[in-house]
């Protein structure tokens, strides 16, 4: 359901909002909407003589400032109790059987969920015409102002980024949903344990799609390509779903596959060999949309920056935009990159899900020639494969046997030495307590740093040792 963003109450959590992860959402919900609802609860109080209504903010204060921030009047919100239970439909007829109850409850929902997105979709393209229409002015000014600077310094300025395209939601056909060139194969899994979830509590998030088209029985025919959500769709299939709820975006191309890649690098699912493969990917897609951004020509770009001569500010790096996009720190970004520029997609793709799934691994072949990493892989297999060499049990109890009767061996003689040197011993002590000279020697012969039996014998008896 929703509700209007200035009945929503957030006293005491000002301080808890995160700047940086606030202006990335707004970037974020600016193309694609809200990511998830915020979490409330039913508030009531009075103030200043007057008795207000309306929700205590529970969770999700940075996505409320942000819609606040984008200029919304409403946002979606799951509403909570007092304990924290997500709630219940009010109403419940008093005298109805277990059936007529099931029936009354589900046909209830099945209205409100029909109302609420209807009026979803309504508010959707109210905002998102607002929005446009603001935005395209100020794209357009930006891209005179770039064209205008870069003629007079004689640099070729970027392609301005176009407008946020339109966010719609509404219930698609399953069956019009085309899967391609997806990286990540769906996890059988992730989708039992989802069909269980959207069987119980419905579907929490829509899926996001674009518009495309696709070829059918030799024809060609205008379909939706899915952006993110493979795994619900998957579900809601197994589920025997004909529709489901989906964010229908004006993305296409390489922004579709930067969102994709953008929703699996935010989780914490992944393996090192498919973080390699989708930052590889996000790279390829970024670089292609802001070709400033590549290595040598962002290098000449700073030169003339330098020297004065350069043109409007360009679109950031890739490995910031990837870092504050997915909340990653720019060396990890920068790793994945390396690592998946370096090692030949085939070879990282037979390592996914694999033991030697591991950045220690990885690392091993990025430094081998793309060439190479094909049997530089099959020898890692068979070196982590090869059993390590064993002592057979005769041979080891023999060698443990023979190490026992030399210990016991050393321990007799060394006992029988000192039998017969403690009557030596104990004439040299009688005679240093006469003779000062062989007394100064025998303490000498105590304190030697490497004493051999007769010092051993010695030391308990001479003075000061």
């Known amino acids: 359901m929703q509700a209007p963003i200035d009945r929503i109450y957030s006293e005491g959590r000002r301080g808890r909002i995160n700047e940086e992860t606030v202006e990335s959402l707004v970037k974020s919900m600016a193309v694609v909407g809200l990511p998830a609802p915020i979490t409330v609860r039913e508030y009531s109080a009075n103030k200043n003589g007057f008795h207000i209504t309306g929700y205590m903010l529970v969770a999700g204060a940075d996505r409320l400032e942000a819609a606040k921030r ?15 239970h997500a709630s219940k439909l009010a109403y419940r007829p008093a005298k109805l059987n277990a059936a007529d109850e099931i029936a009354a409850v589900s046909a209830r929902r099945e209205e409100q969920r029909e109302r609420e997105a209807a009026k979803r979709q ?21 891209a005179s102002g770039s064209a205008m600077l870069a003629s007079r310094v004689g640099y070729k300025a970027a392609t301005p980024t176009p407008a946020a395209p339109a966010v719609q939601t509404m219930m698609i056909p399953v069956a019009d949903i085309s899967i391609k060139d997806r990286i990540r194969p769906a996890s059988q899994a992730t989708v039992d344990r989802l069909v269980d979830s959207i069987r119980e509590s419905g579907l929490l998030h829509p899926i996001t799609i674009a518009r495309g088209t696709t070829i059918r029985n030799g024809m060609r025919m205008d379909c939706y390509v899915l952006v993110s959500g493979l795994h ?50 996000r790279k390829w897609a970024y670089e292609a949309l802001h070709p400033e951004t590549r290595a040598h020509v962002a290098g000449a770009h700073g030169s003339n920056a330098a020297q004065g001569n350069a043109s409007a ?7 910031a935009d990837t870092a504050a996009k997915t909340g990653q720190a720019e060396r990890t970004v920068q790793r994945d990159a390396t690592r998946g520029a370096k090692i ?37 297999k068979a070196s982590r494969s090869a059993p390590k060499p064993t002592i057979p049990r005769p041979v080891a109890a023999a060698v443990k046997q023979q190490e026992r009767a030399a210990h016991d061996q050393d321990a007799r003689e060394t006992e029988a030495i000192t039998a017969a040197m403690m009557p030596l011993a104990e004439a040299i002590r009688r005679l240093a307590e006469t003779d000062p000279q062989i007394g100064e020697a025998v303490h000498r012969l105590a304190h030697w740093r490497a004493p051999g039996i007769l010092a051993g014998l010695l030391r308990p008896t001479v003075k000061g040792a």
């Open 70 to 84: 984008l200029g919304w009047d409403w946002i979606d919100i799951d509403v909570v109790d007092a304990d924290g």
């Open 122 to 142: 309504q508010d959707a393209q109210a905002r998102t015409a607002a929005r446009e229409e603001q935005q395209m002015g100020l794209y357009q000014a930006i």
């Open 232 to 281: 619900r769709l998957e579900a809601a299939k197994a589920l025997g779903w004909t529709e489901i709820e989906a964010k229908v975006t004006g993305l296409e191309g390489h922004a579709a596959t930067i969102v994709e890649c953008d929703e699996n690098l935010c989780g914490t699912t992944l393996t090192a060999a498919e973080r390699a493969l989708f930052t590889k990917r």
């Open 313 to 319: 500010k360009l679109a950031p790096a890739f490995t």
């Open 344 to 380: 030949d997609p085939d070879v990282l793709t037979k390592i996914v899900g694999t033991e030697l799934d591991r950045g220690v691994v990885l690392d091993e072949l990025a430094a081998a020639p793309k060439e190479q990493q094909g049997a530089a892989l099959e020898q890692i």
